[in-house]
T-cell receptor, first 115, second 114 residues
Framework: DAGVIQSPRHEVTEMGQEVTLRCKPISGHDYLFWYRQTMMRGLELLIY????????DSGMPEDRFSAKMPNASFSTLKIQPSEPRDSAVYFC?????????????FGPGTRLTVL | GDSVTQMEGPVTLSEEAFLTINCTYT??????LFWYVQYPGEGLQLLLKATKADDKGSNKGFEATYRKETTSFHLEKGSVQVSDSAVYFC?????????????FGAGTRLAVHP
């Protein structure tokens, strides 16, 4: 199994530009999570989906952030417009059935730098 | 709400030393508890887990016991290796609102020297 795939691995952009991060979960998994990791705030859950439906987006920092999951094998996290404070590592993770007791499998992350 | 508190790092040890990383939690229900590890440049991966009180999770020489009475889930290893250098995250499952998600601690960086 290829695991959770994220692209790009690194993204450098200028303030005000649109940024799109992509994630392909493990086949058969029905939960997908987007996290953000920074030195200051640690690991934060931004949003998660179950069967392609957003369940909880309370962690999305503001309206500049949006996430979609058009099908079971693809999700995007978009930032428009981007700001320097959005610089972080963004992780996607997936799991199956009950996420209370099942493992979340993380992708390698996308390191975003907004200049 | 539910929360996880870990000891601050970095923790610096010599190879073959004994490791303890403390983790305590606050939860209204009966969460499952997890330790995840993040190696440099990689995503998090599950190290071990325990789903109920008194359960012991173990993997790769690491152990942690779910202690409900002290609300703790301390990570231990008897003899660390240089390859164990990483950031370790304690986490619990949060069932607030009728759905489940993981709440992570701040992470503890471990550096093991030869």
């Amino acid at each position: 199994d290829a695991g959770v795939i994220q692209s790009p691995r690194h993204e450098v952009t200028e303030m005000g530009q649109e940024v799109t991060l992509r994630c392909k979960p493990i086949s058969g998994h029905d939960y997908l999570f987007w996290y953000r990791q920074t030195m200051m705030r640690g690991l934060e859950l931004l949003i998660y989906f179950n069967n392609n439906v957003p369940i909880d987006d309370s962690g999305m920092p503001e309206d500049r952030f949006s996430a979609k999951m058009p099908n079971a094998s693809f999700s995007t996290l978009k930032i428009q417009p981007s700001e320097p404070r959005d610089s972080a590592v963004y992780f996607c993770a997936s799991t199956i059935r009950d996420p209370t007791t099942d493992t979340q499998y993380f992708g390698p992350g996308t390191r975003l730098t907004v200049l | 709400g539910d929360s996880v508190t870990q000891m601050e790092g970095p923790v610096t040890l010599s190879e073959e030393a004994f490791l303890t990383i403390n983790c305590t939690y606050t939860a209204t229900g009966y969460p499952s508890l997890f330790w995840y590890v993040q190696y440099p440049g990689e995503g998090l991966q599950l190290l071990l887990k325990a789903t109920k009180a008194d359960d012991k999770g173990s993997n790769k020489g690491f152990e942690a016991t779910y202690r409900k009475e002290t609300t703790s889930f301390h990570l231990e290893k008897g003899s660390v290796q240089v390859s164990d250098s990483a950031v370790y995250f304690c986490a619990l499952s949060d069932e607030t609102g009728g759905y489940n998600k993981l709440i992570f601690g701040a992470g503890t960086r471990l550096a093991v020297h030869p």
